[in-house]
């Protein structure tokens, strides 16, 4: 892939920063009606300015492939409104102008391709080179399927100036929306394409399709479509066809928008205090499209970072809340009931309640889950892409099937995903100083790169598993010992000595119950499992690699590595899910 015009990164539209901006992908007939086509371009415009409107904390982008008709219509209302244009040309460029055969087209092209924030060409698909894509035919019309698998895969919302007819024709509008609804575009994808995961509620099945008419014989709609309408097209089997965005898609791109608002929030500490994946001394064999990558794993792994800081405070005073309040209790029922204590116990379980409310309605549980997930999504993305990794399917990509069989909520973390990585997608990288940038960095030895991480954190967690162990050892001697002391002390010790012990025994299970809650809360345990879990993964996948030299068995066994570490993340947020400090809990824990 070569880079035609890079003015600035992907993700960076005008003054939204850090901001994910949605991509829109342009699909559409060449041969438009010239009667439709004010009717067209009034629909596209109010629906680029509704987008604007509702989503201003991301902004838009359009990505269109600048072809005469509807690609090179939306392109110019999106320039009219200060929109920025993505060009993904299907083919190398000296070969794509030959599809404008009248002077005035090509004008109209090059002038639009000038404007576009970037431009890039895919590659040429395997077994064709340039010579058998140079004439219109079945290896040409493979570039334009691979054009429409890539807009499909990489935007959030396909607007589609469409009859509604779907046709045989490879790399044609109407096998165009079909992937995207169906995964499946026959001539292009495996056999296998839309398997199991067809089933699952997905994010990017989204199309806004406009109906249009063709300047041909019977290019008239597919009945009952008429000309010039409009609709929100998607697989929900109650209504395919709403007026309304569904709501599962407004609940995806609310958080996407709110992901894009604490990054711009926070943007100047994200800018000088993040960790990077992309080193400073990178040299310029790695694709350039990691950094629209490693921008967004840096905004989301700070602010993982941040709500977890944030989360972990509010663990530790309610919990510390619930000890008091415990012993409180103990206090009233085994030493003096005084009415203080109850006060103070009613006091402490409203400061609780309210710390509970304020960390429920900031969301900050959620956000630390979802934005750490998000960031080691992206990190799975950003080393792939810098090792020349390739998924097995030609129609799938680093975020594709990533928690795809999970809560449809996280699809917003796909939805970021997808624009992350348009640059590195769009390229055929596969130079081995990637390579080895990505075994060296990500992979690592048992002191760097993830295993070493992981190791690291293992030592770490089972010493805190070990520190409980040891509380409640201790708490079981006290109370052996306590037992002990009322058999073998006369009736009138037991009575002097009763209520001291009885208090001593209530504040070390107490403690316990307090330590093993706030364990529980951390997953200390399961998250020990993983641990070693995953050293041992990336340990195996060390030695795979230290034993062979040829550099695509590498890329296997990353690409191995990297599944393994995706469906890890995923079995990670739904642990920690479960493990949300409810208001209940604090009452539980005191008692």
């Known amino acids: 892939m070569d880079s035609i015009e890079r003015q600035s990164t992907t993700l960076v539209a005008g ?49 269109s492939a600048l072809a005469e008709g509807a ?15 993505i060009a993904p040309l299907p083919m190398p460029l000296d070969l794509y102008l030959e599809d404008f055969a009248a002077p005035q087209a090509q004008e109209k092209f090059q ?119 409009w609709w929100w097209y998607t697989l929900d089997n109650d209504s395919e066809r709403t007026k309304s965005l569904p709501e599962r898609h407004q609940r995806v791109f609310n958080y996407s928008s709110e992901f894009s608002k604490d990054a711009v929030k926070h943007q100047d500490l994200i800018r000088d205090e993040s960790w990077s994946l992309l080193p400073k001394s990178a040299t310029e064999d790695l694709p350039p499209g990691l950094h629209d990558i490693d921008q967004v794993f840096c905004a989301a792994d700070w602010l993982a ?49 309210g710390l509970h409310w304020l960390a429920d309605r900031r969301g900050w549980h959620r956000k630390y889950l979802d934005y750490r997930t998000l960031a080691e999504g992206l990190r799975v993305q950003f080393y792939w892409a810098a090792s020349g990794v390739r998924r097995g399917k030609v129609s799938k990509f680093a975020h594709d099937n990533f928690l795809q069989t999970q809560d449809p909520d996280l699809g917003w973390i796909r939805n970021v995903m997808r624009a992350a990585g348009i640059e590195c997608d769009a390229a055929n990288y596969n130079k081995h100083a990637g390579l080895a940038f990505a075994l060296r960095e990500w992979l690592g030895d048992e002191n760097t790169g993830q295993l070493g991480y992981y190791r690291r954190k293992g030592e770490e967690r089972l010493r805190r598993h070990r520190n409980t162990q040891v509380l409640s050892n201790i708490v079981f001697w006290i109370g052996f010992v ?58 195996n996948a060390r030695r795979r690699v230290m034993k062979v030299d040829s550099d695509s068995e590498k890329r296997r066994v990353l690409r191995v590595l990297g599944n393994a570490a995706l469906d890890e993340n995923a079995q990670w947020i739904l642990m920690h899910r479960e493990r949300a400090l409810d208001q209940g809990e604090v009452f539980r824990m005191s008692g």
Not at 24 to 49: M, Q, Y
Not at 122 to 137: A, C, M
Not at 505 to 534: N, P, T
Request: aromatic share 8%; with cysteine; glycine share 8%.
């Open 111 to 229: 002038k639009l391709h000038a404007q576009a924030r970037e431009v890039f060409e895919l590659p040429i698909t395997e077994g064709n080179d340039e010579s058998s894509i140079k004439d219109y035919g079945d290896d040409r019309n493979l570039q334009y399927a691979q054009l429409g698998v890539f807009l499909c895969a990489h935007c959030h919302i396909l607007l589609a100036l469409w009859d509604g007819k779907v046709t045989d024709q490879l790399g044609g509008t109407g096998q165009v929306v079909r992937f995207h609804h169906d995964d499946v575009m026959p001539g292009y994808t495996p056999s296998t394409a839309g398997g199991g995961l067809l089933l699952s509620d997905d994010e990017s099945d989204l199309v806004f399709h406009i109906v249009c008419s063709r300047n041909r014989k019977n290019g008239a709609p597919e009945p009952p479509l008429k000309a010039l309408d």
């Open 305 to 353: 970072i941040f709500y977890q800081k944030r989360l972990m405070r509010t663990l530790r005073i309610k919990h510390l809340i619930a000890l008091m309040m415990g012993l409180l209790y103990i206090l009233y029922s085994d030493l003096r009931p005084s009415p203080f204590f109850l006060y103070a116990f009613l006091g402490l379980f409203l400061a609780a309640t």
């Open 482 to 539: 306590s037992i002990a002391l009322f058999i073998v002390l006369s009736p009138a010790d037991n009575d002097r000595f009763h209520d001291p012990l009885v208090v001593l025994m209530g504040i070390m299970l107490l403690l316990v119950g307090i330590r093993q809650s706030y364990s529980f809360s951390m997953g200390d345990a399961e998250l020990l499992k993983q641990y070693r879990f995953m050293r041992r993964i990336f340990a």
């Open 15 to 63: 003054q939204t920063g850090l901001a994910v901006p949605l991509i829109v992908g342009v699909t559409g007939h060449r041969d438009l009606v010239a009667a439709e086509v004010p009717g067209i371009r009034t629909r596209v415009r109010t629906f680029l300015k509704e987008l604007l409107a509702d989503y201003p904390e991301r902004g838009i982008t359009v990505m």
């Open 71 to 85: 690609d090179q219509l939306v392109a110019e209302e999106a320039l009219a409104l200060g929109i920025p244009v």
